[in-house]
């Protein structure tokens, strides 16, 4: 086997030129654009395939050196934590409060059949986890960085087969969401009327992103705070560890350590943190850690995962499905609104926020009506809020199976 090494500058080069790739790509080819894959998967992906063609037929393997993926991966966990107000789930009112519990329920639920069938199957019940909440309501980003924790709990290809199903996911919300709206339409002949639901227009209105001009030092500031709650976590996973055996990843450690800063400053105003500064440098630290986290797939070692792992998701597609038509649908109202949410919630629930976007953007330019309830409550779900019980959810399981 001829091996070629790329040491730490050379790997962080090929990422950010693959994560360019992908951003041409995801313009310019309308499928990749219409199923919302992200460009990191697309460029990293892409050069995995490449490179598991290489060792099978060309006796040629790659190893990188990815010291920069874990820093970028907890700064970007960090810069989640900053955007998690929970000061939405009082102003929010009872829709919101729905439909966060049952994305909520969802994770449990994903969790829950994940093992359990892994367990069935002869498989390490972790591997189940990773077809679990980790890669379907968590996606890319959870995926890439709760894999790595389970490989290092003895479950051998847990990354690959994390990122594998994040991927399978993100097709099947994708392709799956409208048209389950669209059937909900037709059986139940919903009458094509949204509400006007004045509560979270407020809601909206308030929690508007505050945009200021970027500049260097601005981005200096926030990079201070990011830094400084990824110390801060790194130092409350480290004691969590060693004081009580208690396994809690240093990105999760950050994510929370950055909700409490960020649910201060909202009542304080201790620091300005402006939505489109941080959004910058999350939007940077996401695209190369995934980049990194995709190209350095071994895609091989899902030949001996590849039943197992298919058989849990055709489960867990199934499970939301029957739960978005004979629950959601009638917990939301059993309107029109409540089948534009079905489509979200199927979205993001084996997908991210932008399938659930795309899903109910299709819906609602069918039927040439658009939702507010529903373009106001999945997006605020499914971007931050999912993560306050389905992150500590993964969590437990990983130290009560691992």
Not at 120 to 125: C, K, N, Q, S, T
Not at 252 to 279: H, W, Y
Request: glycine content about 10%; some cysteine; proline content about 3%.
């Amino acid at each position: 086997m001829n091996l070629i090494t790329l040491d730490v500058m050379n790997t962080t080069a090929l990422a950010a030129l693959l994560l360019m790739l992908g951003l041409v790509l995801q313009r310019k080819v309308p499928l990749l654009h219409q199923l919302c894959v992200p460009a990191p998967v697309i460029g990293g992906f892409g050069f995995a395939l490449v490179a598991w063609a290489a060792r099978s037929w060309g006796d040629v393997e790659f190893q990188f050196d990815t010291a920069l993926q874990t820093p970028l991966m907890i700064a970007f966990f960090a810069t989640v934590g900053l955007g998690g107000s929970l000061g939405l789930l009082k102003k929010g009112g009872k829709v919101l409060g729905i439909y966060l519990v049952a994305c909520w329920l969802l994770a449990l639920l994903q969790n829950g059949l994940g093992i359990s069938i892994a367990s069935l199957l002869g498989e390490h019940p972790l591997l189940g986890l990773m077809a679990g909440a980790v890669s379907l309501e968590g996606g890319f980003g959870a995926a890439a960085a709760f894999g790595p924790e389970a490989e290092a709990l003895g479950v051998t290809g847990a990354t690959t087969a994390a990122l594998a199903s994040a991927t399978f996911g993100m097709v099947a919300g994708g392709l799956l969401g409208a048209p389950i709206a669209r059937l909900l339409i037709t059986r139940h002949k919903v009458d094509i009327h949204a509400e006007q639901v004045h509560e979270l227009q407020e809601l909206q209105a308030s929690e508007r992103p505050v945009s200021v001009t970027i500049t260097g030092v601005l981005l200096l500031k926030i990079v201070a705070v990011v830094l400084c709650t990824m110390v801060a976590g790194l130092w409350l996973s480290g004691n969590l560890r060693s004081q009580l055996d208690i396994i809690l990843p240093s990105y999760v450690g950050a994510m929370f350590i950055a909700i409490v800063l960020r649910n201060l400053n909202d009542k304080l105003t201790l620091v300005s943190l402006p939505d489109n500064a941080i959004n910058v440098i999350s939007d940077f630290c996401l695209g190369i850690f995934l980049t990194m986290a995709m190209m350095s797939l071994q895609l091989w070692q899902l030949a001996d995962l590849g039943w197992s792992l298919l058989i849990i998701l055709v489960v867990q597609t199934l499970a939301i499905i029957l739960l978005a038509v004979f629950v959601m649908f009638r917990l939301m109202g059993a309107n029109y609104d409540a089948a534009v949410l079905c489509a979200g919630f199927v979205g993001h629930g084996l997908g991210a926020t932008p399938n659930a976007v795309a899903n109910m953007g299709a819906v609602c330019d069918r039927y040439k009506v658009f939702s507010h309830k529903a373009f106001i409550v999945a997006p605020l779900c499914g971007a931050v809020l999912i993560d306050i019980v389905a992150i500590p959810a993964i969590t437990w399981c990983l130290n009560v199976f691992g």
